[in-house]
């Protein structure tokens, strides 16, 4: 069904020997390298089985459907929550290939419905997921000592920026090899189509700029506090990242001892988290979103939020809010991008990615609007927002519709980020730019994939989306310089674990 080239080849040598990270751009066929991979494993073990995991239910689909066309005499099938569980062990039993989310397979482990000794290969896509208490990690320990010959695959565009990370996901993995190719090594270049990237500057409106000012007044004023208390380093930028982490500190410090000093820093800093994502919402997506979210916060039951509310700074930013009814101007340059693209070209499929639903809903109803044919492409909700979610099976005939050209525009969440192959997409946009630059090589690899794509990165002049944006470049010009450091020298092992040289 489908034809190797020459670099998969010698890569699927590699990895068929040895627990091996593969890291290789979006579009360059990372699910052929596990094919071959399998092919060779299940020569040599024909009663094996290839466990083939995915984060989310419509990549697990979509790998089922690629496997299954080229194994046509193997047993393939997927395993989800939905299926009984008496009935997941029969399948598993019966099967030769299994695909599935990792939280799907880890809960059966622990239950005890089935064991991995029998399984001859594990490949974990989106590898970069292998971090933390993510269920890969506890998947990969539990098979690296259950099975008698374990053999993991680690398949990903973008392992992350920093060495520390790139190191846990070869430690969870146990990973004794790194494959890494880019689109400027010799053997990948007669595959690759290119992408042009181009970013869009606008600038915020005054009356944006003036809610900005009093949130971000208040905001100084509560990192300035932290400061003082001395909980946080006395330095001009404090990133969003530092406050997030600075709230597990506190905790555990307060587990230790209770102290008012810490009840205050855990007031100080959620306040500050709440004011920043404000600002964010304000600068980055649209008033409407800042709107709701003041909403949402005044129902809020916490002091923390109430007392945030009282300020007075706070109050005159949510009455000027109310006054404002004018679209972030992203909103009608998204719109121009749009209808520049279908009339160069009526055939197109554009995907335009954005941070929150709420700015999903408002790219929707924009669009439909000005009669394009856009549609939604969300994850599941609980809670209040489970309405706004969409089924798995619902996520999956919303691909397919994309696919067959009902809707032409795709306006999605991270949930599009990862892994899903939709051909001939012609333009990705993204609404904001992320700091992640795993995020934003998923991101960009939604096109290029079978002919010349194009990306473009809309921007707040003086905004957040700047800060993100330069970020996110710096961080992927880190982690190509990392790997091609760990291409020349390998990963050095160990008796337990695996260890990247020290690159520092």
């Not at 622990?110 to 989106?126: I, K, N, P, Q, T």
């Not at 941070?355 to 856009?374: A, M």
């Not at 696919?403 to 999605?412: A, E, H, P, Q």
Request: glycine share 4%.
């Amino acid at each position: 069904m489908m034809e190797s080239r020459e670099y998969q080849l010698r890569i699927s040598e590699v990895a068929s020997k040895a627990n091996t990270l593969v890291v290789l751009p979006t579009g360059l066929g990372k699910t052929m390298i596990a094919i071959l991979v399998a092919e060779k494993k299940l020569a040599e073990r024909a009663d094996g089985k290839v466990v083939v995991l995915a984060p989310t239910r419509p990549l697990v689909v979509q790998h089922h459907a690629v496997f299954s066309s080229h194994f046509t005499k193997s047993t393939c099938n997927h395993l989800t929550g939905q299926i009984p569980a008496d009935r997941r062990q029969k399948v598993w039993a019966e099967s030769n290939f299994i695909f599935a989310t990792p939280q799907v397979v880890a809960n059966d482990v622990r239950a005890g419905r089935y064991g991995l000794s029998d399984v001859c290969l594990m490949v974990f896509d989106e590898a970069h997921r292998c971090v933390k208490d993510y269920d890969y990690t506890q998947l990969a320990l539990k098979y690296q000592q259950s099975a008698t010959k374990p053999l993991i695959l680690g398949l990903t565009a973008s392992p992350g920026g920093k060495k520390e990370q790139i190191q846990m996901v070869c430690e969870n993995l146990f990973i004794k090899q790194v494959e890494v190719r880019s689109e400027y090594d010799e053997d990948i270049q007669p595959y690759v189509h290119s992408i042009a990237i181009d970013w869009k500057r606008v600038p915020l409106p005054e009356s944006y700029r003036e809610v900005s000012r009093l949130l971000r007044n208040v905001n100084e004023e509560k990192i300035q506090k932290l400061k003082s208390m001395k909980v946080i380093p006395n330095i001009e930028l404090i990133p969003k990242k530092l406050l997030l982490d600075l709230r597990q500190q506190l905790i555990i410090r307060l587990r230790k001892r209770r102290s008012g000093y810490i009840f205050a820093a855990l007031t100080l800093q959620a306040q500050a988290i709440s004011l920043l994502h404000g600002i964010e919402l304000l600068e980055t997506q649209d008033i409407q979103n800042l709107k709701q979210y003041f909403t949402r916060m005044s129902e809020n039951p916490k002091r923390t939020i109430k007392s945030l509310l009282k300020d007075p700074r706070v109050q005159t930013a949510i009455q000027l809010s109310d006054n404002i009814h004018t679209s972030h101007p992203k909103l009608n340059l998204l719109s121009d991008l749009i209808n520049e693209q279908l009339r160069s070209n009526q055939t197109s499929r554009i995907i335009v990615f954005t941070q929150y639903r709420d700015t999903v809903e408002l790219i929707v109803t924009k669009l439909q609007q000005e009669g394009s044919r856009p549609v939604r492409f969300v994850g599941h909700a609980t809670g209040e927002d489970s309405g706004r979610g969409l089924s798995q099976k619902e996520q999956l005939q919303t691909l397919q519709d994309f696919k067959s050209g009902k809707f032409n525009i795709l306006v999605t969440t991270s949930i599009g980020e990862e892994g899903l192959h939709v051909p001939d997409v012609d333009h990705v946009i993204f609404y904001e730019a992320v700091p992640s630059e795993i995020r934003t090589i998923q991101r960009r690899g939604r096109t290029g994939r079978t002919r010349i794509g194009k990306v473009t990165v809309l921007m707040a002049e003086d905004t957040v989306d700047e800060a993100y944006y330069w970020s996110s470049l710096r961080k992927e010009q880190k982690m190509h310089s990392i790997l091609n450091r760990i291409s020349q020298t390998g990963v050095r092992t160990t008796a337990k674990k695996t260890n990247i040289l020290d690159y520092s």
